[in-house]
């Protein structure tokens, strides 16, 4: 399949079209049976009946193929629909591409953008935004916390759909096999993001978590501060530290829902207050 077709099918407008139809719509109908498969025959309807618009067996076709089960991380999956618009069009313009191909390929896409989307932007890129916004309004209530995610994360993940998609269509199958080959690529993108999540998710641990002992030694005449004297000694704000290093431990090693931890941390501090210890 030629990456640069001569005498395309396709304009630049509906590429554009279909785009953003993926943007807002790929989510829109998801289900148990199919997932994303109704919205992905959805965002290709408009170019099929284009394409195969002399052709009405095949038009029919077409959309049955597209109405299978379909699956993946939307953003980095952007690129799935452009590949497989190039290999629609491809075959209405009678180069050698099989029903069978074009299914497969999508098959074959789904799993690997899946994984390595969900990890990249939903599990470290997310999270990184969320912590820098927390910060900004977890003191006073600030709304620029929240319009600063809305507007990072909308900007930047509908910018990377819009430019995936039309990469994909662009360099057809060989986008893919572009990106899977450089791999070295992506685990140096993937270490640089959980190194900078770690230092943010770190960093507003140790403003926003408080963990304060109140309690004082006293004998005689003297008294002894043990936040003050001790701990502060020791290390500033280890006692959230280890807070944080707590949970961490209970949510990653002993399995503990959110839920759980929550009422564990009411609990304990509960406790510590009754003692008058913290």
Same mark, same amino acid.
């Given at each position: 399949?030629?990456?640069?077709?001569?005498?395309?099918?396709?304009? #630049?407008?509906?590429?554009?079209? *279909? /785009?953003?139809?993926?943007?807002?719509?790929?989510? /829109?109908?998801?289900?148990?049976?199919?997932?994303?498969?109704? *919205?992905?025959? +959805?965002?290709?309807?408009?170019?099929?009946?284009?394409?195969?618009?002399?052709?009405?067996?095949?038009?029919?076709?077409?959309?049955?193929? +597209? %109405?299978?089960?379909?699956?993946?991380?939307?953003?980095?999956? *952007?690129?799935?629909?452009?590949?497989? @618009?190039? %290999?629609?069009?491809?075959?209405?313009?009678?180069?050698?591409?099989?029903?069978?191909?074009?299914?497969?390929?999508?098959?074959?896409?789904?799993?690997?953008?899946?994984?390595?989307?969900?990890?990249?932007?939903?599990?470290?890129?997310?999270?990184?935004?969320?912590? @820098?916004?927390?910060?900004?309004?977890?003191?006073?209530?600030?709304?620029?916390?929240?319009?600063?995610?809305? /507007?990072?994360?909308?900007?930047?993940?509908?910018?990377?759909?819009?430019?995936?998609? +039309?990469?994909?269509?662009?360099?057809?199958?060989?986008? *893919?096999?572009?990106?899977?080959?450089?791999?070295?690529?992506?685990?140096?993108?993937?270490?640089?993001?959980?190194?900078?999540?770690?230092?943010?998710?770190?960093?507003?641990?140790?403003?926003?978590? #408080?963990?304060?002992?109140?309690?004082?030694?006293?004998?005689?005449? %003297?008294?002894?501060?043990?936040?003050?004297?001790?701990?502060?000694? @020791?290390?500033?704000?280890?006692?959230?530290?280890?807070?944080?290093?707590?949970?961490?431990?209970?949510?990653?090693?002993?399995?503990?829902? /959110?839920?759980?931890?929550?009422?564990?941390?009411?609990?304990?501090?509960?406790?510590?207050?009754?003692?008058? @210890?913290?």
């Amino acid at each position: 399949m030629k990456n640069k077709r001569e005498n395309s099918l396709l304009n #630049k407008k509906d590429i554009n079209k *279909a /785009a953003w139809s993926y943007i807002f719509f790929i989510q /829109a109908t998801q289900n148990f049976e199919r997932m994303m498969g109704l *919205a992905f025959c +959805h965002v290709l309807e408009p170019i099929l009946k284009k394409l195969y618009k002399n052709d009405s067996a095949e038009y029919k076709k077409s959309l049955q193929r +597209h %109405m299978q089960f379909f699956n993946t991380e939307p953003q980095l999956g *952007a690129l799935i629909p452009g590949i497989t @618009i190039a %290999m629609e069009e491809a075959r209405a313009m009678g180069e050698d591409v099989s029903e069978e191909l074009i299914v497969n390929t999508k098959n074959a896409l789904m799993g690997p953008f899946a994984g390595i989307g969900d990890s990249m932007l939903i599990g470290t890129y997310s999270p990184i935004l969320l912590s @820098i916004a927390m910060s900004m309004c977890i003191s006073d209530g600030n709304p620029v916390g929240p319009l600063f995610f809305c /507007a990072v994360w909308l900007t930047s993940v509908v910018g990377l759909q819009w430019y995936l998609f +039309h990469k994909g269509y662009d360099m057809g199958i060989g986008a *893919a096999n572009l990106f899977f080959t450089n791999r070295s690529l992506a685990d140096k993108i993937t270490t640089g993001l959980t190194m900078m999540g770690l230092i943010v998710i770190g960093g507003v641990a140790a403003t926003t978590v #408080k963990a304060n002992v109140i309690y004082q030694f006293v004998s005689g005449e %003297m008294s002894l501060s043990l936040q003050e004297q001790i701990f502060d000694k @020791i290390m500033p704000g280890i006692l959230p530290l280890l807070l944080t290093l707590a949970v961490w431990y209970l949510m990653d090693k002993k399995k503990w829902s /959110a839920t759980k931890i929550i009422l564990g941390i009411v609990a304990f501090t509960a406790v510590m207050v009754f003692l008058g @210890i913290m």
